[in-house]
């Protein structure tokens, strides 16, 4: 079964967002297929950010409709999606400053009530980032911004989620650890979890992509195949420098 042949378990319909005056979002169309990482590239204050947030309920659609699984979830709250298998790592990661990094994963498995499945999450977790594992007694907010990057993405994992949506995960973060945050979101989808991700660093996205979308000034303006994507010269030339 090729990927256009699965089921589509997030789509965006007309979607328009508006606040403090500004149509940040003018109608939006996008779709996600069961299996598929797909990447929203544009640059800064395209709409992005803002489109993930009515995703996942943070901010209330004017227009349009957010279908999950068929249904339309437009301003249900994270808590109700999460229990639902949508999961997101927002931009800024929002750690559990306060907390350990075991702590915090133990948060990202709240929707959860088997203990012994909890406790397998944490060390497939810790396995599959390291750094975690040497720091796990360590209180979130003393760590590096990559270790946090890696600890709100394992924490959302923790849910098990069908999809997962990444808001900027290389932001502010060091070329070394922007490389493996980008090998684990492969990893992850390799995994058979599904990916949407948000992202200024075209290139990496495109290249880690099956699909990808081109958003500007609140409008999708070009998607397509990823690799045919990261070959064309306007995509090229307006998002890679070249």
């Given at each position: 079964m090729t990927t256009s042949n699965k089921p589509i378990l997030l789509k965006?319909?007309?979607?328009?967002?508006?606040?403090?005056?500004?149509?940040?979002?003018?109608?939006?169309?996008?779709e996600v297929r069961e299996g598929e990482l797909v990447t929203l590239i544009g640059s800064n204050g395209a709409g992005k950010t803002t489109t993930m947030k009515a995703i996942t309920g943070g901010l209330k659609p004017n227009e349009g409709t957010v279908e999950y699984l068929g249904k339309n979830i437009a301003g249900q709250g994270a808590w109700d999606l999460v229990k639902q298998g949508l999961a997101m790592v927002p931009e800024?990661?929002?750690?559990?400053?306060?907390?350990?990094?075991?702590?915090?994963?133990?948060?990202?498995?709240?929707?959860?009530?088997d203990k012994a499945e909890?406790?397998?999450?944490?060390?497939?977790?810790?396995?599959?980032?390291?750094r975690l594992k040497e720091r796990k007694d360590q209180l979130a907010g003393t760590m590096s911004g990559g270790e946090q990057q890696m600890l709100a993405m394992a924490r959302a994992l923790?849910?098990?989620?069908?999809?997962?949506?990444?808001?900027?995960?290389?932001?502010?973060?060091?070329?070394?650890?922007?490389?493996?945050?980008?090998?684990?979101?492969?990893?992850?989808?390799?995994?058979?979890?599904?990916?949407?991700?948000?992202?200024?660093?075209?290139?990496?996205?495109?290249?880690?992509?099956?699909?990808?979308?081109?958003?500007?000034?609140?409008?999708?303006?070009?998607?397509?195949?990823?690799?045919?994507?990261?070959?064309?010269?306007?995509?090229?030339a307006a998002y890679l420098g070249e």
């Open positions: 965006i319909s007309g979607l328009k967002v508006a606040y403090g005056g500004i149509q940040a979002v003018k109608g939006v169309d996008l800024g990661r929002g750690v559990f400053a306060r907390m350990t990094i075991t702590e915090n994963l133990q948060m990202g498995a709240y929707t959860r009530t909890i406790a397998a999450g944490i060390e497939r977790a810790f396995a599959t980032f390291p923790m849910s098990q989620p069908k999809v997962l949506l990444l808001d900027e995960p290389s932001m502010g973060l060091s070329p070394i650890m922007v490389a493996k945050i980008f090998e684990v979101v492969k990893e992850v989808s390799a995994q058979g979890v599904t990916v949407l991700l948000v992202e200024q660093n075209a290139k990496l996205a495109l290249q880690a992509a099956d699909r990808g979308y081109v958003m500007d000034s609140g409008l999708i303006t070009m998607s397509g195949d990823a690799k045919q994507m990261l070959n064309d010269p306007k995509v090229r």
